[in-house]
């Protein structure tokens, strides 16, 4: 034991940081922009969006179980158990300021991690609102909005993910008693990954497969109590619990089920769609399939909006932190503060400029792209209530693409940042890494990444086929079909760019996008059609081409979005838009620049110039860069980070959240007893110099 | 309270999987194999290297303190703890089994974590070892080697890593006591990222300023005591401590310290190289700095090692799932196991394979590499001690470019292999999570892998510039200059392939690989020579090229190693490795594409040849993909994975390891009274089905 007063918390002595403050270099950088970051920030958010970011701001920014300072510490036990006070809170403060959906989703995107909750939100009340009969509303979803019950959405099993017709749970039905049995047969058929069902939800949407009178019908949605009520014991039949720890993903307890033979009446059978006659056990078909295409339309295009709040956090952190962060005197090109050479900022390297400014432009791209296909989400939502299904394939196809590609960006982007951040990236008080692990699911879940890619290249090869074949009029043309089109009146033509600065126009850069993705198809449809190529022998083709055609919308929705911005927009932001889209494009050609050599429509010489161009492109939009992520309005609260606040004060940041290490509330460790003294004090016994009397007194 | 006993842990019921069972799947897999894994194991470990490796083993694995099974459930203080019991049980271990040095880092290596222990054997002892003169090797070094001192090594600052010249905590000589005064002026000088800083060391190799006479002599080594050995408190005038959670890394304590004048003894100088005269405090320079590459070299040779281990390791663990892993029936090839239709295992899917398998490739193409660089190294030392320093140059330039390579190829290597295994690689039992934290920092520390490609460069353009101006005769020619000097004789010359087939010959993949990156240097030199263009705007091309030249030093020596190998292996053997060379070059060429697309030497036509032969070798290596990561001999003890058992257990590894889940040990979790009851009770009032009724009785 020690002698001494040992719980002595430690403090940095109050020095200041070398060389110039890092709230007067962010000052200088936000003054030297070519526009205003309001103007953006309001374009990009609706007044009332805004409004209600501060409104919950303020609210939770006060309130203890929204308190963020110790997320960095907590093990995963702790960080479950602060995740259900956050939740508990959530409900409460709902009531008492009459919060609506929107403001209860605004207080959960700031606190920016996931919760016991949080499928009850997302997944249990959306199936009970669509999948049920008004009985089964009134039996379940009502109790459920006031969270006298709590759901979970149970499909994924430890055996099967991607394949749905694979699930091995089966729902018996007995007609004596009119109820269903929920059986496990092996150990693969256990549910898994489930967010909510390790030790909270009192019930879960189970999909099992339907057996009526010894006929398999394939996975049905069951509503299953598997909680007691009373004193949330598991139900007898069920063995329930958590799946263990994850890559992120901590806060929540995602759980596995396994039932024995475990009986629900016949009302637990979701009747929104198919239905089972009480008795007989007759089947009664669900109407049209397509509908549910619609609903995974939305959730993709809500998951790339998604994407841009994670690029635009990534950027955020990082690009604030390299303004502020100085490394080397550049020889060449001394940097002057106050009269007095220093050390350049990290941003004003060529390399560190290519890493991060084109994850801004990604991010912008993002934005116009899920704004795009919210649009023709309700569009096509309205098409098809009254009949019309023309838009619902090509949307559902570049959905796939766009989810796969855009996910697959921003994890690839918060990486970067990451990394970009030097050494400091490496620790948790950057923000990025909690934040990167959380986020990667996205390119596993709602479809994985790879598999995605081939639900959109079907669709590419079959539009491919009816222009090619005459079979698709002119007049009939979609955004996909017109590409494939105008390639087929000239399939060998070239990029008519001779000189760097043609990368600059917008006609010039989306034609290099549809010749490639357009030349891409005709290749997979010649392979599969003449050469006898089997689909999966071309699976790595199938997820370049769909990469390809998601690059050319993103491209395509950049630039006409920001066309349809003229009159919101003042002159100055939208030129900083325009030379963002610039940047995104040309940045893109740079790294595919493999597909566009081989389609023959560019040449070495323009690869050339498209990376002459995204050099100046960078030089061009460094001064704006800071107040580029400004625009985004992320908040601190939001970014969590000691790299990327607001006011640059980066090293008091790191230095406070270093404080609140629980290592640092002892002078020396519990360990030292146990583990160190005894190694230490072996050699105490030979006579060796041991420094104190040399240093200062204790 | 919970009125029945709630500490009854969940137990899964004893259920088979469905399916092939995973022992006897990867049993056919074994059978396929056309080679024996063992005759590759014992050509890339020695005999010696083996049983030590089953020695250490048989110990280390009945040690408690070695015991891995908590390893995934541990928050932040309980990693740091344990890692003390481990190093504290290391240092008994070593004494009561007279383990070697060797036989220590295969205990750590086996460990596979880093701890409050691992710098003091890794820089501490080393520095002492080669810094010191006699006096300090009796004071320092000896009871350093008992543990009766334990050292870091302090050199990154809070604001400096890269830019060691920038650093700025100083060392004023005090001629009146023949001190030094070692002092951190700003908040920025704090030492950071310090490994076993926070909470153990009690001495510290510090890098400080040298100020003799007011004049500043730039940073140099003291060795400086920081903490009590007699309570382990830290002494007057220091400020220590854990900087706070990392991304990985969290079993060591990295720490911060700033000193506030604090005064050490002369002697504490280490005086291997350069030396201050007592009293006057003249400064004696030290002998030449080469010497000090010549330990770089070796360290990175290490680290490609390192990355042989690391991409074993993620492919073991993907490679052996993806054989267990089944989804879907694919209906043109429906796959056969005791005569009945079955789902076809992952790895049959082209795509998966597409990912997977190159990475096997990568893996013994650094193994090949790393044992080259060593073998210079050494050769390469015995020169210097003549004076001759001949190698060091090409030597040096070629190590950074490999460490960037090789490290980056590692990661993504890791995360390739994590998604690859789908929803399951996100679980930390799949031993990827954790391993790709910890493995992170590589491509930051031993030099940014971007800074570093510019000094690989620097040499690359030197080396053109001499054979351009014909100042190199060909007698004189290294690996590099050669083949500038072939590149020059014919720079406009084209890749001979006609066919798909030739890119299974080895002196055309490697051409193209020479060319690509000769031709990548002229246009360097002529940009920075004819062009005026400055070196930071030409970083972009830099870091391309010097990826080029590394991945021609890859291919290189994989071909030249199996040449050489030709009596120690079977002939069987030989042909899986020259597969595997194949696939890594051909590869290579698919991911890089464009640049060797622009350097005009390979034809779109003849990349349609190249993806050809790529498709075909992964159909080849299949069969072997088992039995090859099999060869790399890697127990499952250092594995730790339930998805890359030996035995492929999979499922059943999957959830005894949830069975071992803190949140599993009680029925009900500990928040339910707080923040769940409330809730759901609040409803009880109203009358509304509960289900119990209808359920089995609990």
Redesign the interface.
């Known amino acids: 034991m ?3 007063n040992n719980n002595v918390p ?4 109050k ?5 110039p403050a890092g709230d007067l270099v962010l000052a200088a950088e936000r003054a030297k922009a070519s526009f205003d970051p309001q103007d953006l920030t309001k374009f990009m958010y609706d007044e009332e969006w805004l409004q209600r970011l501060n409104r919950i701001l303020n609210i939770i920014e006060n309130e203890p179980a929204f308190d963020k300072s110790e997320r ?7 960080k ?2 602060q995740a ?2 956050k ?2 809170r959530t ?1 409460e403060l709902a009531k008492k300021h009459n919060w609506t959906e929107a403001d209860v989703q605004m207080a959960s995107f700031l606190w920016d991690q996931s919760s016991p909750f949080s499928l009850h939100s997302s997944m249990f009340l959306p199936t009970l609102k669509n999948q049920t009969n008004d009985e089964q509303k009134k ?1 379940f979803l ?2 459920a909005l ?5 759901g979970c959405y149970a499909q ?1 099993e ?6 749905v017709q ?1 699930l ?1 749970t089966t729902a018996t039905y007995i007609p004596e008693s009119n ?1 269903f049995e929920i059986h ?7 549910k ?2 489930i967010g909510g069902l ?3 939800a ?1 019930h879960a949407i189970v999909m099992a497969r339907l057996i009526l009178n010894g006929k398999d019908h394939g996975p049905h949605p069951f509503c299953v ?1 598997i909680r ?10 069920i ?11 901590n806060t929540t ?1 995602n759980g ?1 089920i ?1 039932f ?1 033979h ?4 016949h009302i637990s059978f979701l009747a929104g769609y198919a239905q089972v006659k009480p008795g007989s056990g007759e089947y009664v078909r669900p109407p049209n399939a397509k509908l549910s295409y619609g609903t995974m339309v939305y959730v993709r295009a809500n998951i790339v909006m998604g994407v841009r709040f994670a690029l635009a956090k990534a950027a955020t952190i990082a690009i604030r932190y390299s303004a502020v962060r ?3 005197v ?1 020889a ?2 001394p940097r002057k503060w106050e009269n007095k050479v220093v ?1 350049t900022a990290v941003l004003d ?3 560190q400029r ?2 991060l400014l084109p994850i801004i432009a990604q991010a912008y791209a993002c934005f116009f792209t899920g704004r795009e296909m919210l649009r023709l989400y309700n569009e096509n939502q309205k098409n098809m209530s009254s009949g019309n299904f023309s838009l619902l394939a090509d949307l559902h196809a570049s959905s796939s693409g766009l989810k796969s590609l855009c996910t697959t960006m921003a994890v690839q982007g918060i990486e970067d940042c ?2 970009a951040c ?2 400091h ?5 950057s923000g990025l ?1 909690l934040f ?1 692990q959380d986020y ?2 996205n ?3 709602e479809g ?1 990444n ?1 598999v995605l890619t081939q639900q959109t290249a079907r669709y590419l090869a079959k539009q491919f086929r009816g222009v090619a074949a005459n079979k698709t009029s002119e007049n009939e043309l979609n955004f996909t079909s017109a590409y494939m089109y105008d390639f087929l009146q000239n399939p060998s033509s070239q990029c008519p760019a001779t000189q760097a600065s043609d990368f600059l126009n917008p006609e010039i850069l989306l034609g290099a996008f549809r010749f490639r993705a357009a030349s891409m198809t005709q290749k997979l449809v010649h392979a599969l059609d003449n050469q006898g190529k ?8 199938i ?1 370049r081409l769909s990469k390809a055609h998601a690059q050319l919308i993103l491209l395509s929705n950049f630039v006409s979005g920001i066309q349809n911005a003229r009159n919101e927009l003042a002159s100055t932001s939208l030129a900083a838009l325009k030379t963002m889209a610039m940047l995104f494009a040309t940045h893109t050609i740079e790294q595919e ?2 597909d566009f ?2 389609s ?1 429509y560019l040449t ?1 010489e323009q ?2 110039y498209v ?1 002459e161009i995204t ?1 100046e492109l960078l030089e061009k939009v460094r001064p704006d860069a800071v107040s580029l992520v400004d625009a985004f309005g992320l908040p601190d609260y939001y970014l969590h980070s000691a790299l990327g606040r607001y006011d640059g004060k980066v ?2 940041s ?2 406070e ?8 509330h002892k ?6 007893e ?7 004090h ?3 016994a ?1 006579g ?5 009397g ?5």
Chains 1, 2 share one sequence.
Not at 72 to 78: A, E, N, V
Not at 146 to 150: A, N
Not at 262 to 265: K, N, S
Not at 535 to 541: D, G, L, Y
């Open positions: 020690a002698t001494f430690t403090k940095f002595p020095l200041a940081p070398r060389g960095y510490f907590l093990g995963r036990t702790d479950v158990n259900y006070w939740d508990k409900v039996l009502e109790p006031k969270h006298q019950i709590i994924t430890l055996g099967h993910g991607s394949n694979g091995e109820e496990s047969p092996t150990l693969t058929s256990s898994w990954w390790g030790k909270t009192t109590q007691s009520l009373e004193d949330h014991r598991p139900l007898k039949g063995t329930v619990g958590d799946i263990g720890p994850k890559f992120g993903f307890d596995f396994m024995e475990f009986r629900i009446p100085n490394q080397f550049d060449t090109n050390e390297y060529t390399m290519y890493r990451r990394r030097g050494g990236g490496y620790s948790m008080f890494g990167y990667l699911p390119v596993t879940w994985d790879y089997s689909w999966n022998s071309m699976t790595v083709e997820a620049l493999a050599l081989v023959g070495p690869a050339s990376k050099l090293y008091e790191m230095t959240m270093a404080e609140n290490e629980p290592l640092n002078l020396v460790t519990d360990s030292y146990e583990c160190i003294k005894p190694l230490i072996a050699g105490k030979e060796r110099w041991n420094g104190e040399m240093s200062a007194k204790l």
